[in-house]
């Protein structure tokens, strides 16, 4: 079974940084692209970062750019968001997401539980 | 990017068909046919129901179709059943190379 676990999740201050962590298994993780998808409470689903395998392309939504930084390690089969400059909008339940295919183009196919990210002084 | 606007709540009896519409632009919807839809039980992983507009995954019942028209994304229900009572997202690549998704949309089976 495909399996995606999110760890790193914390309170953590305005300004501060995080790492968010998912361990993939289940698949061969070196052959999809992956995504990172947020859930703020009592919102709905927010995208935010993509890797495309294929390619080595990342992109990232407008609201995290140039403080989030996605990236992978196959060795490991392990997906890493680095966070900076943390908002308290930034506080979600943060996914981990397998696509369908080595590009992403957001057939978001298997989701992970789930990490909570707190951004609160 | 503003996101793709659902309507916030729709409703149906058992047995009944409903259908949610996604509205989007000529950048996103009406650009590829990358629209998916997603059933969201709070508190547990959100689910793939469509892919690619009209595709099901594996194991996905064939009561859940979906379609789009120009720059409007539908997902269809056949044949209600209360387990369906949640929330459903769209979602839809865009000419940016980004994913945005709808507001949500709760479902009620009355």
């Known amino acids: 079974d495909v399996q995606l676990l999110e760890s790193g999740g914390a309170l953590v201050q305005p300004g501060g940084s995080l790492r968010l962590s998912c361990a993939a298994s289940?698949?061969?993780?070196?052959?999809?692209?992956m995504n990172w998808v947020r859930q703020a409470p009592g919102k709905g689903l927010e995208w935010v970062s993509s890797f495309s395998e294929s390619d080595g392309s990342t992109y990232s939504a407008d609201s995290v750019k140039g403080r989030f930084t996605i990236s992978r390690d196959n060795s490991s089969n392990t997906l890493y968001l680095q966070m900076n400059s943390l908002r308290v909008g930034d506080t979600a339940v943060y996914f981990c997401?397998?696509?369908?295919?080595?590009?992403?183009?957001?057939?978001?196919?298997?989701w992970g539980q789930g990490t909570t990210v707190t951004v609160s002084s | 990017q503003s996101a793709l606007t659902q309507p916030a709540s729709v409703s149906g009896s058992p047995g009944q068909s409903i259908t949610i519409a996604c509205t989007g632009t000529?950048?996103?919807?009406?650009?590829?046919?990358?629209v998916s839809w997603y059933q969201h039980h709070p508190g547990k992983a959100p689910k793939l129901l469509i892919y690619?507009?009209?595709n099901r995954p594996s194991g996905v019942s064939n009561r859940f179709s979906g379609s789009k028209s120009g720059n409007t994304a539908s997902l269809t229900i056949s044949g209600l059943q209360a387990e369906d009572e949640t929330d459903y997202y769209c979602s839809s690549y865009t000419t940016r190379s980004t994913v945005i998704f709808g507001g949500g949309t709760k479902l009620t089976v009355l």
């Open positions: 997401v397998k696509d369908q295919a080595t590009l992403a183009r957001g057939r978001l196919e298997v």
């Open positions: 000529s950048s996103d919807i009406g650009a590829y046919r990358y």
């Open positions: 289940g698949f061969t993780f070196s052959n999809y692209a």
């Open positions: 690619d507009v009209t």
